[in-house]
């Protein structure tokens, strides 16, 4: 299916703003989710094909939103009028799928992680950068509204100097297991978003202790992974940090990051989404439904919506970035190491059907 488009018409559509021609390679949920955000949600872009290997996704989706579609993503790189790819495809493909998209003159957002493994991650973080192509990673809180806000104050000295910093997450029900067996494991596919959000916001990460357990199925354990962790954070800068999350809470998705200052009035907290049993709080919509929209579609889509390019690339003072590399061990404990890379930018999420 073939759909044509102009930088002209392009251009007028949009009040004379120039639009960004993207594609979306990989069309399960995340996949999909970005899809239908850059169709619609987004002025100064506009989606110009999709591709799956599965033909009738590819197919379906394409017709959904009015798009050129295709099984493949020669096809989408091959495309004069796509000037940057959303790449969404299970974690094994990333970096073949970035070094091509590089190859082909083309900009790439990557779910997260981009690798597995450090060696492949930092040859194409490299071959990027060589080819003069912007890479950005899927750590949409950054993106996030709220986290934003919470990032300018911090930046702009309100908050003083951060002493411990929280982090929750709860997804309301984990996703196919067979998505599971191939995410990395619980600590690369969620806890991710959290050290990148501790670093992000506080600095540096020095020390990881990290435990976790398999309590919702018995196939987590299975796996070789956990559905519930906790994580304990010792920062550069002397601060302390407690992660705490779940894959099956049950109740709907939630996403809460809170930090307390030297002794100041108040801390500062925000929530997304997260709603709790017994709360004098009505339950959200979703809340008692496996059907109904979850509320990480919405705070995706407010990250998509936002525009806040300051917090958004905001790093840590440190240039020599440092990423935890996490693996879970047993059922009921984790371990972590620390390994110091040379990375200039931010890395991670991928998804296919999550």
Not at 25 to 53: F, K, W, Y
Not at 222 to 238: E, I, P, T
Not at 309 to 316: G, I, L, N, V, Y
Request: hydrophobic content about 40%; aromatic content about 6%.
């Amino acid at each position: 299916m073939e759909r044509q488009s102009t930088e002209a018409e392009r251009e007028g559509a949009n009040g004379g703003l120039r639009r960004v021609g993207l594609g979306v390679a990989g069309l399960g949920r995340i996949g999909l989710m970005h899809a239908e955000n850059l169709a619609g949600q987004v002025p100064s872009a506009e989606l110009l094909r999709v591709v799956d290997a599965d033909e009738a996704r590819a197919r379906a989706t394409g017709e959904q939103l009015g798009v050129a579609w295709s099984t493949s993503y020669e096809d989408l790189l091959a495309d004069p009028n796509v000037h940057g790819v959303v790449i969404a495809t299970p974690t094994p493909l990333h970096v073949e799928m970035v070094e091509r998209a590089a190859a082909a003159g083309k900009h790439i957002f990557c779910e997260k992680p981009i690798s597995l493994d450090l060696s492949s991650t930092l040859a194409a973080i490299d071959v990027a950068r060589e080819a003069g192509s912007a890479l950005q990673i899927g750590f949409h809180r950054r993106f996030d509204p709220d986290f934003a806000a919470a990032a300018e104050r911090i930046d702009a000295g309100e908050l003083g100097d951060v002493y411990f910093f929280r982090t929750t997450l709860r997804d309301k029900q984990p996703p196919p297991m067979e998505y599971i067996k191939a995410s990395g494991g619980f600590f690369v596919d969620v806890t991710i978003h959290d050290l990148d959000t501790a670093r992000w916001l506080v600095g540096e990460i020095e020390e990881v202790t990290a435990h976790g357990a398999a309590l919702s199925d018995p196939a987590f354990e299975a796996a070789d992974d956990v559905d519930n962790a906790v994580v304990v954070l010792r920062f550069a800068n002397g601060a302390l940090g407690v992660i705490d999350e779940s894959r099956a809470a049950g109740y709907g998705y939630g996403a809460r990051r809170r930090s307390s200052d030297r002794g100041r009035r108040s801390g500062s907290a925000i929530t997304a989404g997260s709603a709790t049993p017994g709360s004098r709080r009505a339950a959200p919509p979703w809340t008692g439904s496996r059907t109904s929209p979850s509320a990480f579609r919405v705070r995706t889509r407010s990250s998509w919506r936002s525009s806040r390019p300051r917090s958004a690339t905001r790093e840590p003072p440190e240039s020599r970035a440092r990423t935890a590399w996490l693996h879970s061990s047993s059922r009921r404990r984790a371990s972590a190491r620390i390994a110091s890379n040379e990375l200039s930018g931010s890395a991670t999420r991928s998804e296919s059907d999550a």
